[in-house]
């Protein structure tokens, strides 16, 4: 069964700086897709960044990028100039084809955001 | 554009109730999932569905029912209510293929049985 893992329950940056949140996956298939979605108090899920297992280029959308180490089944999330608007939990997510396409979660991360 | 709809937002009822979540989305997406957050932790699928008439237990299905005869819509049933059920519910839709890979959820639902 795949598995989804955050070993950080809680990160903290400073305004303007640059964090990195960790996830690591287990699975046995070659092809699937990993997400970090964003989850603030109003408890809305916000995607943020995606990657297809198939493309080896890291994906960017404007501050957040990636790290994607498909061999070390690794998916961390760097964002840059942190705001205080990204204070949030984290959460990274794994999908493939099989098993209905289901959204496998990691724990979450904390991000708190200091001016 | 309502995407993923959720009612109702929120709900208490007391140990030994029924109630039906209910969940309808608009944009002909065939998957749909139930998840349920427990305070301070990740998502874990109740049941899924992979098209109307069609539906499979996830990670915690006890004391939960399914049913999906149309696109749109997918309740969530809970019977006998207890305490362990207190928790916040989302439901979300997708498709499953390149480009469309992003799963919609919507606001959720947070219930809380006494």
């Known amino acids: 069964a795949q598995t989804v893992t955050q070993s950080q329950p809680e990160m903290s940056v400073q305004e303007a700086e640059t964090v990195t949140l960790s996830c690591t996956y287990d699975t046995s298939e070659s092809d699937y897709y990993l997400f970090w979605y964003k989850q603030p108090p109003s408890r809305q899920m916000i995607l943020v960044i995606r990657?297809?297992?198939?493309?080896?280029q890291n994906a960017t959308e404007n501050r957040f990028s990636v790290n994607f180490q498909k061999a070390a089944k690794s998916f961390s999330l760097k964002i840059s100039d942190s705001q205080l608007g990204d204070a949030a939990m984290y959460f990274c997510a794994y999908r493939n084809y099989n098993q209905g396409g289901k959204l496998i979660f990691g724990q979450g991360t904390e991000l708190s955001v200091k001016p | 554009n309502a995407g993923v709809t959720q009612t109702p937002k929120f709900r208490i009822l007391k140990i030994g109730q029924s109630m039906t979540l209910q969940c309808t989305q608009d944009?002909?997406?065939?998957?749909m999932y139930w998840y349920r957050q427990d305070p301070g932790m990740g998502l874990k699928l109740i049941y899924y569905?992979?098209?109307?008439?069609?539906?499979d237990k996830g990670e915690v299905p006890n004391g939960y029912n399914v049913s999906r005869s149309t696109t749109e819509d997918f309740p969530l049933r809970l019977e006998l209510a207890a305490p362990s059920q207190t928790s916040v519910y989302f439901c979300?839709?997708?498709?499953?293929?390149?480009?469309?890979?992003?799963?919609?959820f919507g606001q959720g639902t947070r219930l809380t049985v006494v």
């Open positions: 569905s992979v098209g109307a008439g069609i539906t």
């Open positions: 944009m002909n997406h065939n998957y």
């Open positions: 990657q297809e297992a198939y493309k080896q």
């Open positions: 979300a839709s997708s498709y499953l293929g390149p480009p469309d890979t992003e799963a919609f």
